[in-house]
Nanobody
């Protein structure tokens, strides 16, 4: 199984940028569909971005498309989420997740489809 540890969260002003990291251990990330989810207080966990096991296919929620980018560094066994033009509504705990069904043709958007999760990292965007 794979273990995931997020880092890079913090406090940032609106229009600013952050890069989140998800360091994987125990197994190579090329065996997993990887995704970032977020959860704001009182709201359900929602998909932010996802990447196929090969890294060749990505998806983004409409709310972050054009502002956020998911990427992989296979040598470091790490997944990143580059967040630009941040807005106060981006404030949430951000979670890295892995789906071991690397043969799946689609990247899942429902959190119940993912088997492995990091502990989360807080992102707070001030106005």
């Amino acid at each position: 199984q794979v273990q995931l540890v997020e880092s890079g969260g913090g406090l940032v002003q609106a229009r600013g940028s952050l890069r989140l990291s998800c360091a994987a251990s125990g197994r190579a990330i090329n065996f997993y569909i990887m995704a970032w989810f977020r959860q704001a207080p009182g709201k359900e966990r929602e998909i932010v971005a996802g990447s196929s096991a090969s890294g060749r296919t990505t998806i983004y929620s409409d709310s972050v498309k054009g502002r956020f980018t998911i990427s992989r560094d296979v040598a470091k066994n790490t997944v990143f989420l580059q967040m630009n033009s941040l807005k106060p509504e981006d404030t949430a705990v951000y979670y890295c997740a892995a789906d071991g069904r690397d043969y799946l043709p689609n990247i899942g958007t429902n959190p119940i489809q993912y088997d492995y999760w990091g502990q989360g990292t807080q992102v707070t965007v001030s106005s």
